[in-house]
């Protein structure tokens, strides 16, 4: 009937039957059903918020997050959603974006216990143990589940060396939950290590009486049991362990055997004539931000005569992301390493395609008679070592020393040359660690800004063709007379007069330079930026609101303030006059800068002020921010003459303003006077005096409410 197939087509129908199949626990039919739903109504916010959630339950955290994402483009106001990004973030290991997105969430629902609970485990994830706890004591305030947060808080007491209070956590756990037998090896193991070995050895006796088939719990108790002297009970629990393992593994597992047995086989089969006991491992450790310079070298590396056998994922049962070649050759008969098809992750460089990285790579090579083997390992997951490792394993011959020697060549003069990021705009991304290490880097795609378009006075522009263009083009020449190859500029001036609008422009026309970006909630990051500055030389260093960290030492608020000037003193100091590195330093308040940053030679060499436009400045402004709209010469002079004393930012809005009023008036595309004093007399009301500073527009007005032509300039 036609009814029917209407009512099942209607989107409150849809919904009813996605949240019917996932109270079924069958969430990828859910995901199905919205499917349908978005293919004809692509910004329906809560079909995409509704997939995302039944996503998030299928694993699918990526795919939940590209939802929550979009739903917050069309719905930007809704708070909420910050929640459910925020646990997407946080189940996907990116702790400070999820820290502040349910931070927001929080603001406007309090009473959630759930994202209370999210953004504590968030934070202790960061290290903000503290905050993390007390999220924790507010979701059990508001009665959220006792299981769920005893283990997380536990977690955190562990990260601390707690070991008690988190042994009273596990057992709050155990007491609470349908997994006891989990919580009470938790707390045996807790317990061990607190020197409670009686309550350990009584946790994990309740553990096996719950599950007397569990192997791992029994050896645990053997261990116990050799720390107690009870050697006699030791021996017997081994014993006992050891007829499990067999029993399980002649009943059901002689296939897995068999595929663990295959790393170990594999390595004697590559090395053939070579004992596997007998390789040489060369090791070395690089920071994460460069994997995808070492991924490139180890392609590079793999050419000619060099051939790839195979390339495969491998792990312990009991090891992360920290397994070293010396477990992969060990033949451990509880925790051998197994092989997995190799998992991949794209890393953006800036280019049409990014560079496939394997998370976790076991390659096989053979170079005429030598075979080797190379294995890259990630950083781990918690802790404060941050480094990506490599390491080359070779016969010890001197044909496998001259490889192994070759291999790590490469790979250094890889991360040196950085093709990945060379000649790019780039800034250092924060992950989560504990150390607050920047581990990623972040390519940032400008809108291409030509000559044209930057507008200034044509003094401002004299300085900056002079004092950067035209140095960067001379310095081979200066280096050469004997003179230094690094300079420092600083540009300074009101909000919204063209300095970062001519950062973009020098950013993308600076023959081979790159470019690094550094906001000031970065400056921490310093000594990592000046790494690569010199690294990727010839570069171009750019500190935003410099005033923020080199204010004046009488004037600064902190201790951490001076702190941080002192690093950027010594590192503007620490290079030396072959660096070719060009610091511009951006400020709204130039007055406020400390002296020695100001006054001494070789840190800033040229200020250059950009003042508010002229008025032959205003008129090419109003021509290039018109865009395509009919503008007179009429039009443009009235603009001109009424924003006398304003900034380009407020002459960009008053144009888009001017556009909304013309739009309103009629569908031609004409501007007309009237139009644009519409859109002045808007943006300089009296009524709404903080867009007006916003914009750098404010302006006096006489008693009858006429505009006057001065016009003051905008606030910072």
Not at 14 to 32: L, M, P, S, Y
Not at 128 to 137: K, P, Q, S, V
């Amino acid at each position: 009937m036609p009814e029917t197939k209407d009512e099942v087509l209607r989107p409150e129908t849809i919904f009813e039957r996605a949240e019917t199949f996932a109270d079924a626990g069958r969430n990828d039919q859910a995901v199905a059903v919205l499917t349908e739903l978005l293919a004809t109504d692509p910004e329906n916010a809560s079909a995409l918020r509704c997939r995302g959630r039944y996503l998030m339950n299928l694993g699918r955290r990526r795919a939940a997050l590209d939802d929550f994402n979009t739903c917050l483009q069309i719905q930007a106001d809704d708070a909420t959603l910050y929640g459910d990004r925020g646990i997407a973030l946080s189940s996907l290991g990116l702790f400070d974006e999820a820290e502040a997105d349910l931070s927001k969430a929080i603001a406007c629902e309090a009473t959630n216990g759930g994202l209370h609970l999210w953004r504590g485990y968030t934070r202790g994830q960061l290290g903000r143990h503290d905050e993390a706890l007390a999220d924790f004591i507010v979701a059990e305030e508001l009665d959220y589940e006792v299981q769920t947060l005893a283990q997380n808080r536990a977690r955190v007491y562990l990260d601390l060396n707690l070991h008690d209070l988190a042994a009273d956590e596990f057992q709050r756990a155990a007491d609470h939950g349908d997994d006891r037998s989990t919580y009470l090896k938790n707390l045996a193991e807790t317990c061990s290590r607190a020197g409670r070995l009686d309550e350990a050895v009584a946790a994990i006796g309740e553990a096996l009486r719950l599950d007397p088939a569990d192997n791992s719990a029994r050896r645990l108790r053997a261990d116990l049991m050799e720390r107690l002297r009870r050697l006699t009970d030791a021996q017997a629990e081994r014993a006992l362990a050891d007829d499990l393992y067999h029993l399980l593994e002649s009943s059901n597992g002689r296939k897995r055997r068999t595929r663990e047995r295959q790393t170990h086989q594999l390595l004697r089969s590559h090395f053939d004539t070579h004992e596997v006991d007998d390789l040489i491992i060369h090791s070395r450790a690089f920071p994460p931000r460069v994997r995808a310079d070492l991924q490139r070298g180890i392609d590079q590396f793999a050419t000619g005569d060099i051939e790839l056998v195979q390339l495969t994922d491998v792990k312990t049962r009991h090891s992360h992301e920290t397994i070293t070649l010396t477990d992969v050759m060990s033949e451990d008969r509880y925790d051998p390493a197994t092989t997995f098809p190799a998992s991949f992750e794209d890393i953006d460089i800036g280019e049409e395609t990014p560079v496939s990285c394997p998370r976790r790579g076991l390659y096989l090579f053979r170079q005429g008679a030598t075979p080797f083997v190379l294995l890259i390992t990630p950083p781990p997951r918690h802790g404060c070592e941050i480094q990506v490792k490599v390491q080359i394993a070779v016969p010890p011959t001197e044909e496998g020393e001259r490889t192994a020697n070759h291999f790590l060549n490469c790979l250094k003069q890889a991360v040196h040359q950085s093709t990945c990021y060379r000649g790019k705009i780039i800034s250092l991304e924060s992950k989560d660690s504990y150390t607050g290490e920047a581990v990623g880097i972040r390519v940032h795609r400008l809108r291409p800004t030509e000559r044209e378009d930057v507008i200034l006075p044509e003094r401002t522009l004299r300085q900056l063709d002079r004092n950067i263009v035209e140095f960067v083009q001379s310095r081979s020449a200066l280096r050469e007379a004997g003179f230094s190859g690094k300079k420092g500029v600083l540009f300074h001036g009101p909000p919204g007069t063209g300095k970062t609008h001519t950062i973009h422009y020098l950013a993308t026309h600076l023959p081979r330079h790159t470019t690094l970006i550094i906001s000031a909630e970065q400056v921490g990051l310093l000594s990592d930026y000046m790494t690569l500055a010199r690294m990727l030389s010839p570069s171009l260093v750019v500190i935003e609101e410099a005033d923020l960290i080199a204010r004046d030492r009488d004037q600064s608020g902190h201790a951490f303030q001076e702190v941080l000037l002192n690093k950027l003193l010594n590192e503007m100091d620490g290079l030396t006059a072959e660096a070719e590195i060009v610091f511009v330093l951006t400020t709204n308040r130039p007055e406020v800068l400390e002296d020695a940053l100001k006054s001494r030679p070789g840190r800033i060499d040229q200020a250059i002020e950009f003042p508010k436009p002229d008025a032959d400045c205003r008129r090419r402004l109003v021509r290039l921010y018109s865009g395509r709209l009919n503008i007179s010469d009429e039009v443009i002079d009235c603009a001109v003459t009424r924003t006398e004393g304003v900034t380009a930012s407020f002459i960009k809005e008053l144009m888009r303003r001017a556009c909304q009023v013309r739009i309103k008036r009629s569908a031609d595309d004409a501007l007309l006077i009237e139009d644009v004093e519409a859109a002045v007399e808007e943006l300089l009301s009296a009524d709404d005096g903080l867009s007006r500073n916003l914009l750098g527009g404010a302006v006096s007005r006489g008693d009858s409410g006429e505009s006057n032509t001065g016009i003051e300039s905008g606030v910072d």
